[in-house]
């Protein structure tokens, strides 16, 4: 009777710190796909995808949400990087395309990945959002934001399988190197662009949210070198702040 109760306290400790161990997995940005380059150089007009996925992850979820600050090295952004909806914009937000999962217009390649993060998880309700910062950031960047909800969550999960978090598609069919042509093309296409990932976060099937880890990972992906990095910073805001900010 000793030996079998030892034995079950055991296990409890053991069981007990698998949970508090769980693993968020680490979270990654490139340029094309999954596991594409973290610098791209610009070649003219054409669809650049920025790929955002997550590799060991080893638990359930029913919810996560991205948030990517960008800008050129002095925290501002060209014409040519100007896709939001505002009345300054250039692209406009028409121009952007934000995906969760592969098979849209513009697709991102999906090689790399083994999933989705969602899956096939139904129903499910996505926010996706490009504009100025407007708190926390210089308000000279602009962010990208995606947060994807599908309460009933995911039944499985493979702690090697690396998942499809989000691309944001860049359409740059009327960029050009130069100087912005109103009501033609959008200047200042070549400059160095430097996206920094300053939220990433995951909620597992009782609502607790966790960090994507970082340590490991590709927080930051550049355009045209990255030169423009050192001035963009990163600041991480919980899932609680950024849904707050859909509601101002």
Known sequence: MRKMLMGLAILSVLAF???SEAAS?????????CTGPVDKTGAGPGVYPLVVSVLGIDFLHKAYDVKVIY???SQGVPDAWQFDAGATACQGASQLVTTWTWGKSPPANASGCGDKMMQTSTPSLQVPDVNYVT????TSLMRLVLANTYPNGVTAINVATRYYLMAFAFDHTFSVDGATT???TCGGFIEPMCFKIANASVLDLTGVESWFDRSGGVVQASFNGSSACSA????????????SQYRN
Do not use: H, L
């Open 17 to 19: 710190a698998g949970r």
């Open 25 to 33: 997995g680490t979270v990654s940005m490139n340029w094309d796909n």
């Open 71 to 73: 800008g050129n090295s």
């Open 135 to 138: 708190q926390g950031y210089a």
């Open 182 to 184: 109103p009501g033609s």
């Open 232 to 243: 963009v910073p990163a600041k991480a805001k919980t899932w609680g702040q950024i849904k």
